[in-house]
Nanobody, 114 residues
Framework: QVQLVESGGGLVQPGGSLRLSCVAT????????LAWYRQSPGKQRERVAT???????NYIDSVKGRFTISRDNVKKTVLLQMNNLKPEDTAVYFC????????WGQGTQVTVSS
C-alpha cells in the first residue's frame, strides 16, 4: 500500500525547534517531487517548502532562514527541520509527494505556545 506517514509534531515554546519526518512506502521514491504543507484552523492549506527530485528547494517567505527541507532517497524519507518557531507556525503539517499523481500524509500537529 502506497502511503506517507508523518511524525515529529508536538508542543514547543516560541523560539524552539522541531523536526518533522515523513516516511514513504513508494517505489521510485527518488523521482518524486516532495513538499510539506500546513493548514491552520480557518485558513487554506499552504505549501511551506518543496524539494525536487534533483534536490532544488523552495520556501515560503515566512519560513525562509528558519525551516530546512531535506530528503534521504535511501531511507525514503523527507524531513522538515523547523527552528526559531513562532506561534503563527501552529498548524497541522502534511507531507506531500507528486509524480504523475499526488500523495498526502495524514498530518501531524505542531503547536507553538508558551
Amino acid at each position: 500500500q502506497v502511503q506517507l506517514v508523518e511524525s515529529g509534531g508536538g508542543l514547543v515554546q516560541p523560539g524552539g525547534s522541531l523536526r518533522l519526518s515523513c516516511v514513504a512506502t513508494i517505489i521510485g521514491f527518488n523521482i518524486y517531487d516532495l513538499a510539506w504543507y500546513r493548514q491552520s484552523p480557518g485558513k487554506q492549506r499552504e505549501r511551506v517548502a518543496t524539494i525536487t527530485r534533483s534536490g532544488d528547494t523552495n520556501y515560503i517567505d515566512s519560513v525562509k532562514g528558519r525551516f530546512t527541507i531535506s530528503r534521504d532517497n535511501v531511507k525514503k524519507t523527507v524531513l522538515l527541520q523547523m527552528n526559531n518557531l513562532k506561534p503563527e507556525d501552529t498548524a497541522v503539517y502534511f507531507c506531500y509527494a507528486r509524480l504523475t499523481y499526488e500523495l498526502w500524509g495524514q498530518g501531524t500537529q505542531v503547536t507553538v505556545s508558551s
